[in-house]
């Protein structure tokens, strides 16, 4: 697949969704035509999953499967022949969210979920991955002051802290695909801190320069 996958990451109120747009500009510098989706979700099907996913009670089990199924739909419809095409797919959130909040969060062993990961995409894995970091007590105050709350973001401060934990061990373990931003700073200090790292990952990734 000649594309180029980025995902991004973090906790619920990290501020991943606040610099989306500058994140789509850095790849197209590079000349890339950009798909943004997000998980769970970014079909019909997926989405009428993200609402159930979102909303109703299911034990863990349950909610690991309807992760991976919603998946293996956007994968198969989006994903794969957005890569196929050459393009960018920018995905908020993919399977690092479920390694940190049905692992880390809900504490399902994390060789159940690679099993999963190795039916539903055995092959493909991101080439980039922006995680979004900060101390939990700034992510709860910013997701606390926002809507109403969804079936994850109303779990305590504990579920949080094992997925923060996990997000890391992820990104200390696979820090050639992990750029981790300290999402704790002013927008404008992320903001430039994106801008410039991830054009030169993105140049080592590719070798290439970004087009003037
Ligand atoms: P998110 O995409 O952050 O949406 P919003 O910003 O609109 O709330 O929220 C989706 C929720 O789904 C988020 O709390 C994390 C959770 N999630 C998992 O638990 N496992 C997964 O594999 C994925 C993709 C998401």
Wanted: glycine share 6%; with cysteine.
């Amino acid at each position: 697949m000649k594309g180029l996958f980025l995902t991004i990451e973090g906790v619920d109120g990290a501020g991943k969704s606040s610099h989306m747009d500058l994140i789509a500009a850095s790849i197209e510098a590079f000349g890339y035509e950009i798909v943004s989706t997000r998980e769970p979700g970014g079909t019909p099907l997926a989405e009428t999953l993200r609402n159930l996913l979102l909303s109703e009670n299911m034990s863990l089990e349950t909610e690991l499967l309807l992760m991976f199924a919603a998946r293996q739909e956007h994968l198969n419809q989006v994903i794969k022949p957005a890569l196929v095409s050459g393009k960018a797919v920018i995905c908020d959130r993919f399977t690092d969210s479920t390694f940190a909040y049905q692992g880390g969060g809900r504490q399902i062993e994390a060789k159940k979920i690679q099993s999963l990961v190795e039916l539903v995409h055995p092959n493909l894995q991101p080439d980039l991955t922006l995680l979004f970091d900060l101390p939990l007590e700034i992510a709860r105050e910013r997701i606390n002051a926002e809507r109403q709350l969804d079936r994850f973001e109303q779990e305590q401060e504990e579920f949080f802290k094992r997925v923060r934990a996990a997000y890391l061990a992820r990104a200390a373990a696979e820090s050639e695909r992990f750029i981790v931003i300290d999402s704790g700073q002013s927008k404008a200090q992320v903001a430039a801190f994106i801008a410039k790292t991830l054009t030169e990952r993105l140049q080592a990734h590719l070798l290439v320069s970004p087009i003037k």
